[in-house]
């Protein structure tokens, strides 16, 4: 494997943390997971205000620790798939905190951005919104929890985010980038599927590829 840091990137209800520890398990590399733990994520989705502040800046200094910590562990040394970019944090930004809330937010973040070390390859996975639905609903449903419940983005929520990462992707050139088209290919895909999206893996180099796996 010629890149030894992935990051895996994508809207709600995509599959990255699925596909994350399924590469990495198949290419003996260390996974990263994000903890998506948030004590601010509820009232965000209840639209208390100042909640979607306090959830941004929660998610952006906790991703900002672990990559922090990976670095300085010389994790990065080795093959590494996480389940996200450190950069997408600004979709969310962008599309859930107002003018002044932004302010705030940018002048954190590009003081901690410059500590986080780029990935290698990025893989973007891309579903149409009616397949987030319905991944987001039935995962809440196999968790059957009612705090789980609660912390389910609405549809609407999901359309507006899933356009955002497409924007954000269209435009995004810092890395090489494979998009990956997910509408027939999830966690349970199957092992000829998941070897099939290695090899283009491995064949990647500069720029962008768009990818539809097999079905």
Known sequence: MSFQYIAIEGPIGVGKSSLAERLAARLDATAVLEDAENPFLADFYAGRQGAALQAQLFYLLNRHRQQLTLRQAN?????????????????????????????????????????????????????????????????????????????????????????????????????????????????????????????QIRSMQGGTRFYVPRT
Request: charged share 30%; net charge negative; glycine share 0%.
């Open 75 to 199: 994790l990065f040394a080795q093959t590494t798939i996480a389940d996200y970019l450190f950069d997408k944090d600004k979709i969310f930004a962008y599309l859930n905190l107002d003018d002044n809330e932004l302010f705030i937010y940018q002048r954190l973040y590009d003081l901690l951005v410059r500590d986080v070390p780029a990935p290698d390859l990025v893989i973007y996975l891309q579903a149409p919104t009616d397949v987030l639905v319905r991944r987001v609903k039935t995962r809440a449903r196999k968790e059957d929890e009612t705090e789980q419940e609660r912390l389910v983005p609405d549809d609407e929520y999901l359309r507006e985010l899933n356009e955002a990462y497409q924007h954000f992707f269209f435009h995004y050139s810092a890395t090489p980038l494979l998009v990956v088209e997910t509408s027939q290919f999830d966690a349970q895909a199957s092992d000829e599927a998941l070897e099939d999206l290695i090899r």
